[in-house]
């Protein structure tokens, strides 16, 4: 979707777009999602997603219809309350179901994801070239959730072996009672923590990276969208090189390796001066990040066996990195300059090393105290 189009046929200012378009979306689905996360373990997951997708299509054709900026932010809201609702239970169906592969899964899950952003261009050209605006795109997305969810309720989740997937939990927890459960377990929050800590070398980086590179390196805007592209391929290329090495190699291990790698690498992007080998770093970059957040994400479920909302609506207390992240690295680039605050970035790949290793310096102790 065009937010340059909405803005035009509202005539919004630059702040009002995106509060209509991120901020009140993102607050609704904050308010609307964590209760509803809380309360869906208790629910069949066999429902729960595919309703939950084929809602998230009738908010796309609310907001395809919008008549206001403000049915159409409210719009948003709710499919954003949808998505965070079905993703995290069809997860929660693959991590219990491939207990022994929950990361090979997360990988795969966030390839899919990855490769769906870079093919909503291309969408979007298809639908401009057919001469249907911003609205249009919004029906062709709608129409295939919808489609979706029809499909998913045709075939079904993936069970595990000796678990039934209509068994519902019909105890008579609160929901208070579960969330502080959630926020007590430290095992859940460190995981949690470290795959908040994955949104910095994302979004984050492009941004501010794409500063770096213009004015350290004198980049040009098609260089830019080429080094990035470059940097997108390695990351494509690393998820599936994770996926295969995943059933040899221990993922903490990995994790921890891939993380201290990743720190090493990105300390020596900012020290080059040729755009070229820039380039290439970005790439070797992208391929070390790929394991990061999957294998993260993976341990924070295992930590809550069948507790797939209990996970994501605790993650939720984790939701205000993303937001105050960008704001305090922009803060850090105008006081000591881009160089000095994209080393904040580094927070990621040590943190999510450091998570790991602590995890395996726990797990040989364990070991040797069993034997």
Known sequence: MSAAEVRDEWTLAYGSTGVVLLVVPLLLAILIESPLLLVSDRWSRAKVVPIGIAL??????????????????????????????????????LMDAFPDQRERWMTRWTLCGTLGDAATPLVILAVAALGFGWRGALVAAGLLQVGHALVLAWVGLPVHAGSSEEE??????????????????????????????????DEIFVVFGSLFLRDQLGASMGELAIAFGVCAIGGVLGLVATDRVLHRVDPLRLLACAGLACAVVFVAWLQVRELWLSVVLLFVLGVLLAPLYPICAARSYATKPGEPGLVAAVEQSFAWVGIVAPWLIGLAADRWGVVPAMMLLLIQPLGVAWVGARRIGRSTHSAQDSA
């Open 56 to 93: 998230m299509g009738v908010f796309m054709l609310l907001a395809a219809g919008a008549g206001s900026m403000w049915t159409l932010s409210l719009a948003f809201g709710g499919w954003a309350a949808m998505s965070g609702l079905a993703c995290a239970q069809a997860q929660g169906a």
């Open 168 to 201: 519902e939990d019909d105890d008579d927890e609160s929901l208070w009672a579960r969330l502080r459960r959630g926020l007590a377990d430290r095992e859940l929050l460190a995981w949690l923590g470290a795959s908040a800590l994955c949104c910095l070398l």
